[in-house]
C-alpha cells in the first residue's frame, strides 16, 4: 500500500473532521494573478456540500463572480504525527435569496455552536436582519483529497522529531 493510500481518510473520517472544525480556508482565483486566501466559519452536509456566509461586495465573492472554482482546506495538528486535513476542489454559487441567505447562516452558527437546532423560530428576525447585506456561498465539492498522519508509524514520523 502506498504511503498516500496508507494516510487517506475514510469517508467518515473526513465527515467527522469537517463536523468537528470551525474554520475553513477559501482559496479563490483573484484578478490579480494571485490565489486570494480567507479565513471563513462555514457549516457542512453530510454529502460534503459546504455553506458560508459573506458580504455581498467583499473580494471573494468578486472572484467566485469571475471564475466559481475554488479550492477549500480544513487542517489541523501541532507535530508531524498529528497533521489532519481534507482539501476540496470545489464549484462556487452565489446565492442572493433571502431565505437561502437565512439558511445558511443558521447552518454556520449551529456548526460553531452558538445557536441550536431548534432555536431556528426564535432567531428568524435576527438571522433576516443579519443577512441584508450578506450572501450565501455554496460549494459543492468535485475532488477531495485527505491525510491523517496519525495513521502513519515507524521511520516517517521521526523525519522531523
Not at 95 to 116: L, N, T
Request: charged content about 30%; hydrophobic content about 40%.
Amino acid at each position: 500500500m502506498s504511503l498516500r493510500d496508507r494516510i487517506r481518510m475514510t469517508d467518515e473520517e473526513i465527515r467527522d473532521f469537517l463536523h468537528a472544525s470551525r474554520t475553513m480556508i477559501i482559496v479563490s482565483n483573484g484578478n490579480n494573478g494571485y490565489p486570494h486566501a480567507m479565513p471563513m466559519w462555514f457549516a457542512v452536509d453530510d454529502d460534503n456540500t459546504v455553506h458560508m456566509t459573506t458580504y455581498g461586495k467583499s473580494q471573494k465573492v468578486n472572484n467566485i463572480k469571475r471564475d466559481p472554482r475554488v479550492t477549500l482546506l480544513v487542517e489541523s495538528g501541532d507535530r508531524y504525527e498529528e497533521l489532519k486535513g481534507v482539501m476540496m476542489y470545489a464549484r462556487a454559487e452565489i446565492i442572493e435569496d433571502p431565505e437561502a441567505k437565512v439558511d445558511a447562516m443558521f447552518k454556520v452558527s449551529v456548526a460553531r455552536g452558538d445557536m441550536k437546532a431548534d432555536q431556528r423560530a426564535g432567531a428568524a428576525g435576527q438571522l433576516v436582519q443579519a443577512t441584508a447585506k450578506r450572501v450565501a456561498l455554496r460549494f459543492t465539492p468535485e475532488k477531495i483529497v485527505s491525510w491523517d498522519h496519525s495513521k502513519l508509524t515507524g521511520s516517517h514520523t521521526r523525519l522531523y522529531e
